[in-house]
């Protein structure tokens, strides 16, 4: 599954819910009517997750709306930074969890390279330097240890950020930006990913998913009467687990080292290897993932109708995008060995991600 980035796309909510007239036809009507909006991006919720767990979040269930999509690779990194510049990842050139910039890769999440610390070395405006939010500048309410971080200068520069501490200081925050007249706020909220990479998609992610739902039916009570709740997420999940795929020798041999994540895994061919790599690649692995040269998946639309000079530098030469559960793990990424959930690839699981709004 593609993202549809001419129309219902995590990359295109935020520009029509600022002002895109007419607003279009994926667009909930309460969010496109309503005086104020709180867009709340509850990170990890995927569509297919929400509809497995019917009868489970009565607040979720009684809005409007429907289904869009993620951006590619749907992880956190691309797409939060899609959701904030309106443009999709080949455009504004956060490529993926841990990419490849000027001969190192950078892990985005804690903007970090093998040597350390990257904040002085990989400037966050320079790697990412397109304007957020269509140049407004909006209270975004989101846990304040983020504040400072290289990610968060990246896709949130020059918004007026409102740190909370807990969830209860989270719905305090934005009520007290609806009652100050803003006109926009953007929430965002991460628990349910965390449990859903440490556990899966078991027990403890039905229980954080209905803490998620009590969450929106207490921004539900703090919204004025004109405003309304807008519920997104950035990514599905699926339950990976041990379905880990060796690489095998054959492919790895022309590999140089790697990127992106255990669901969207990206090869770096040694010197003059790119397109043994390919036919290794797509010969040996082919069962479990959907394996593309970079031309091609950029000539398929995966990154955007565009795709810029810095995104094109920062992909590897091929692409592993998982089939099923399965995982790619990166010798140089250890920690993810432990994960549960999962996510990055074009599955439905990953890629569909409610639109929901309701208005007071």
Not at 124 to 146: D, K, T, Y
Not at 277 to 290: E, H, I, P, R, T
Request: glycine residues 12%; hydrophobic residues 45%; negative net charge.
């Amino acid at each position: 599954m593609l993202p549809d980035y001419a129309g219902g796309c995590i990359a295109n909510v935020v520009p029509s819910l600022l002002g895109a007239d007419p607003a279009p036809s994926w667009l909930p009507e309460a969010a496109a009517t309503a005086d104020q909006v709180v867009l709340l991006v509850l990170d990890g919720l995927g569509w297919r997750q929400l509809l497995d767990r019917a009868g489970r979040c009565p607040n979720l269930e009684a809005m409007d709306g429907g289904t869009i999509t993620s951006v590619a690779p749907s992880t956190t990194s691309a797409a939060l930074t899609s959701i904030a510049t309106g443009l999709a990842p080949g455009a504004h050139g956060i490529t993926g969890y841990r990419m490849a910039v000027e001969g190192q890769v950078l892990n985005t999440l804690t903007w970090s390279t093998a040597s350390g610390g990257a904040m002085g070395s990989l400037e966050p405006e320079r790697i990412q330097p397109n304007p957020v939010f269509l140049g407004a500048a909006p209270p975004v309410v989101n846990n304040a240890m983020f504040a400072r971080g290289g990610f968060t200068a990246a896709h949130l520069a020059g918004v007026r950020y409102v740190g909370y501490r807990t969830v209860s200081t989270l719905v305090v925050e934005v009520g007290a930006q609806l009652r100050a007249g803003e006109p926009f706020v953007f929430a965002y909220y991460d628990g349910l990913d965390k449990v859903g990479h440490e556990f899966g998609l078991g027990e403890h992610y039905d229980a954080e998913l209905v803490a998620c739902d009590r969450l929106v039916g207490e921004l539900l009570g703090a919204l004025p009467p004109g405003a309304a709740l807008v519920v997104t997420a950035d990514h599905g999940q699926v339950h990976s687990g041990a379905d880990v795929v060796e690489i095998p020798d054959a492919v790895t041999r022309h590999v140089a080292y790697q990127s992106g994540e255990d669901r969207f895994r990206w090869l770096h061919a040694k010197p003059g290897h790119a397109d043994e790599l390919a036919a290794v690649a797509a010969d040996g692995l082919g069962d479990s993932a959907w394996v593309r040269s970079r031309a091609d998946a950029i000539a398929d639309g995966w990154f955007g109708p565009e795709v810029g000079a810095p995104a094109q530098q920062r992909y590897g030469d091929v692409v592993l995008a998982a089939r099923g559960t399965a995982a790619f793990i990166d010798p140089a990424d250890p920690g993810s060995v432990r994960l549960v959930g999962r996510h990055g690839s074009l599955t439905p699981e990953e890629m569909l991600v409610p639109l929901l709004a309701l208005a007071r």
